[in-house]
């Protein structure tokens, strides 16, 4: 059974910074893409970040572009969001996804998704 948790949020000034943690349990970790998803009150999921599962190729949402960093160590199971230059409006909670497919591309859809976490809170304080 394939169990995902995040870790690492919390309450920051803007400007300031934070680092996500995911961990997965199981065996699917090395063979699929994962990603980062959020969603802010009143809206939907959306893709934040994705890393394939050979770690060759990142996709970033536009906004996050040059501020976020995703990556991922197969050693240890774990995926990582360093975020940078926080800025209100990235304030949600903060999802980790494991794709359901394994080798895939990376992919913005949820329903590329099979194994969530439960997320954790990012606030944003202006």
């Known amino acids: 059974q394939v169990q995902v948790l995040e870790s690492g949020g919390g309450l920051v000034q803007a400007g300031g910074s934070l680092r996500l943690s995911c961990t997965v349990s199981?065996?699917?970790?090395?063979?699929?893409?994962l990603a980062w998803f959020r969603q802010a009150p009143g809206k939907e999921r959306e893709g934040v970040s994705c890393?394939?599962?050979?770690?060759?190729?990142?996709d970033y949402q536009d906004s996050v572009k040059g501020r976020f960093t995703i990556s991922r160590d197969n050693s240890k199971n774990e995926l990582y969001l360093q975020m940078n230059s926080l800025i209100p409006e990235d304030t949600a909670i903060y999802y980790c996804?494991?794709?359901?497919?394994?080798?895939?591309?990376?992919?913005?859809?949820?329903?590329?998704?099979?194994?969530w976490g439960q997320g954790t809170q990012v606030t944003v304080a202006s």
């Open positions: 199981g065996t699917v970790f090395r063979s699929r893409a």
């Open positions: 890393i394939t599962w050979s770690d060759t190729k990142t």
């Open positions: 996804a494991v794709q359901y497919s394994p080798y895939g591309s990376c992919s913005d859809s949820p329903s590329s998704y099979n194994h």
